[in-house]
T-cell receptor, first 116, second 111 residues
């Protein structure tokens, strides 16, 4: 596709419910990243997928957070039993080849999650 | 742990004023450096990047940044800002394993 796409663009949910956020990276990009952007904060790294390798989950804040990447393309970030502090903008980014010297990330528009 | 610091959280300038946004990082190895911009209602876009070579890099819309290795800095500059430069600016560092972002600087340009 022309760029990274994410859905939904906005999500309002009740505390305790599960949510799924989707990311479609740029076609051919092997690397996919999830970040969280809270009000007044920078981008907080959550998880990183590279090809068929095991994902780097070091940034996931709790075991309520998980992510999958099917077929090396689309990724889904799942938050179980949502809490109000999960409210944030969740950003996805992809890059062509993270081991290349000149790697650049391309970001999607984000999903704005509000947990009531 | 690696970190990226943006000391200016909110900057307000009049049109035609000069801009400099600070960015410092803590990592002793080789890094690639980036500035991203997020205009109101839009998603993050790459403004400019440094990988190697000339430490003064030029990006889109008249922005430039200078990598000073001894100071672990990558400050963003523009000689004359415009109202349309109103946005959030993020500095980022790639250490080869992961990207680290600063907390962002909100720039407001007053016409």
């Amino acid at each position: 596709g022309a760029g990274v796409s994410q859905s939904p663009s906005n999500k309002v949910t009740e505390k305790g419910k599960d949510v799924e956020l989707r990311c479609d990276p740029i076609s051919g990009h092997t690397a996919l990243y999830w970040y969280r952007q809270s009000l007044g904060q920078g981008l907080e790294f959550l998880i990183y997928f590279q090809g068929n390798s095991a994902p780097d989950k070091s940034g996931l804040p709790s075991d309520r957070f998980s992510a999958e990447r099917t077929g090396g393309s689309v990724s889904t970030l799942t938050i179980q039993r949502t809490q109000q502090e999960d409210s944030a903008v969740y950003l996805c980014a992809s890059s062509l080849n993270p081991r290349a010297e000149k790697e650049t990330q391309y970001f999607g528009p984000g999903t704005r999650l509000l947990v009531l | 742990a690696q970190s990226v610091s943006q000391h200016n959280h909110h900057v307000i300038l009049s049109e035609a004023a000069s801009l400099e946004l600070g960015c410092n990082y803590s990592y002793g190895g080789t890094v690639n450096l980036f500035w991203y911009v997020q205009y109101p209602g839009q998603h993050l876009q790459l403004l400019l990047k440094y990988f190697s070579g000339d430490p003064l890099v030029k990006g889109i819309k008249g922005f430039e940044a200078e990598f000073i290795k001894s100071k672990f800095s990558f400050n963003l500059r523009k000689p004359s800002v415009q109202w349309s430069d109103t946005a959030e600016y993020f500095c980022a560092v790639n250490t080869g394993n992961q990207f680290y972002f600063g907390t962002g600087t909100s720039l407001t340009v007053i016409p």
